[in-house]
């Protein structure tokens, strides 16, 4: 089980920070990621992180403004979305599990969304 958190409603240029915390069979060392999904439009991934955290991916609009980590211990991975934009207003889901070899790959396991509005 995924549980996000952390969602909410900011100004434009304001900053939030998700956490995703996995629990029961979801497994705690594993690729987890972020995607989006905006009113109307198709989900779309945000970020990926491996299992030991040592290696990350971003999709080209969040890059140098987004950055996921994850801490093992707690079995909870981390969206920091600085410098946010209108643009950004979505629900927020949290993966864990991929299926594939890229960061944008299906995944296993999924949580409920969270919701970030970013107001201009």
């Known amino acids: 089980q995924l549980q996000a958190s952390g969602g909410g409603l900011v100004q434009a240029g304001g900053s939030l920070r998700l956490s995703c915390a996995a629990s029961?069979?979801?497994?705690?060392?594993?690729?987890m990621g972020w995607f989006r999904q905006a009113s109307g439009k198709e989900r779309e991934f945000v970020a990926g992180?491996?299992?030991?955290?040592?290696?990350?991916g971003y999709a080209d609009s969040v890059k140098g403004r987004f950055t996921i980590s994850r801490d093992n211990a707690k079995s909870t991975a981390y969206l920091q979305m600085n410098s946010l934009k209108p643009e950004d207003t979505a629900v927020y889901y949290c993966a864990a599990v991929r299926l594939g070899a890229t960061w944008s790959s299906p995944y296993q396991y999924w949580g409920r969304g969270t919701l970030v509005t970013v107001s201009s």
């Open positions: 029961g069979r979801t497994p705690s060392s594993t690729n």
């Open positions: 992180i491996s299992g030991n955290g040592g290696s990350t």
